[in-house]
């Protein structure tokens, strides 16, 4: 098992978990064949579930760059507005169509 500098009940309660965690073929199974894909998941993105607060802080950031682009028609900021209006967009999509679900 593993050396630590932990106390004797501590270590005895780690190792049984450990041995808990060897025995579970399927947990085992997952371990070996997990490859870490690189691509992101379109179905993880659908599942998406904003919360207000994020959708509002969201809002307030676009609507700060964009007004800050049209004053200073500075090119980085307006491609920051251009950057963060698509995920707002979404952000408020996602959170209208939860709350229309119930």
Sequence with gaps: ?????LPEHEQRILDDMERALRRDRRLDRRLRTFRP???P???RLLTY????LTVLLLLAGSVTLMVT???TS???VIWAFAAVWPVTL???FR???RWADG
């Design 74 to 76: 500075e090119p980085g």
């Design 37 to 39: 894909d690189r691509r």
């Design 69 to 71: 682009g049209i004053v």
């Design 95 to 97: 959170l209208m169509c």
């Design 90 to 92: 979404f952000a408020v």
């Design 49 to 52: 579930r904003p919360r207000a």
């Design 41 to 43: 998941d379109p179905a």
């Design 1 to 5: 098992m593993s050396v630590s500098r």
